[in-house]
């Protein structure tokens, strides 16, 4: 059957990717690895610049093996198809990814998963972006802002839940998504979840234009 098809979920440790594994899930699809890219000195997420021992630490709360893979920017293509292909050896056969509306980024996903011969599974795509933080908040996951542009918001915005009074605040001018890199989440709770990740400790800091949390101590708790 289709949906017991074995696949991986590339993995941010925020809202889309979250969101898109959930309903991977929800459909039937076997999600056996998160697939995360982390910087080449392997302490930070390639994408949203968190803690790589964070982003494990939530894979753990979930219970999905995470597979973190070293990559530089220009090196990511190569060292990505390495990775599913080593993951095909386990009987992967697709990769769930968070897409929305950005055409590049789907059309990458398309030619790079038919190259090492898996199937692309974007469940978020096409539908519109309110709604997909709606169903995000309604399904009952907990999410913070842990980067924003500061072209779009201040400092006070770090550290916020993403909540329907979030989805109200926000500016009008950015994608709701923020699906241009305006602000990025990282989630902590949720229906994939069997523990919770709590934030314990973290700092603002500015850099290039852009306000960070930066979080230097959590741990996993109990639901």
């Not at 599913?84 to 790079?112: A, M, P, S, T, Y």
Request: aromatic share 10%; hydrophobic share 40%.
């Amino acid at each position: 059957m289709k949906s017991r098809m074995k696949v991986f979920s590339s993995w941010s440790g925020g809202k889309e990717s979250c969101l898109a594994c959930y309903k991977a899930l929800s459909n039937g699809f076997d999600v056996s690895y998160l697939l995360n890219f982390i910087s080449e000195d392997g302490t930070r997420s390639r994408a949203h610049g968190i803690s790589s021992d964070l982003i494990a630490l939530q894979a753990r709360a979930i219970g999905i093996p995470i597979i973190q893979v070293k990559s530089s920017w220009e090196g990511y293509e190569a060292k990505f198809k390495e990775a599913v292909e080593e993951l095909k050896k386990g009987g992967v056969k697709g990769g769930v990814f968070g897409d929305i509306d950005l055409q590049e980024h789907k059309e990458w996903v398309v030619r790079v998963c038919s190259e090492v011969d898996v199937e692309s599974i974007e469940p978020l795509w096409g539908k519109d972006p309110l709604e997909i933080l709606k169903e995000f908040v309604n399904a009952g996951f907990k999410a913070m802002v842990i980067k924003v542009k500061a072209d779009f918001f201040d400092e006070e915005w770090l550290g916020r839940e993403l909540d329907e009074q979030f989805i109200k605040d926000l500016p009008e001018e950015i994608h709701p998504c923020g699906e241009h890199g305006e602000y990025h989440t990282f989630v902590v709770d949720g229906p994939i979840f069997q523990r919770r990740i709590e934030i314990i400790k973290s700092d603002k800091k500015f850099k290039d234009g852009t306000w960070l949390l930066d979080i230097s101590e959590y741990k996993m708790c109990e639901k």
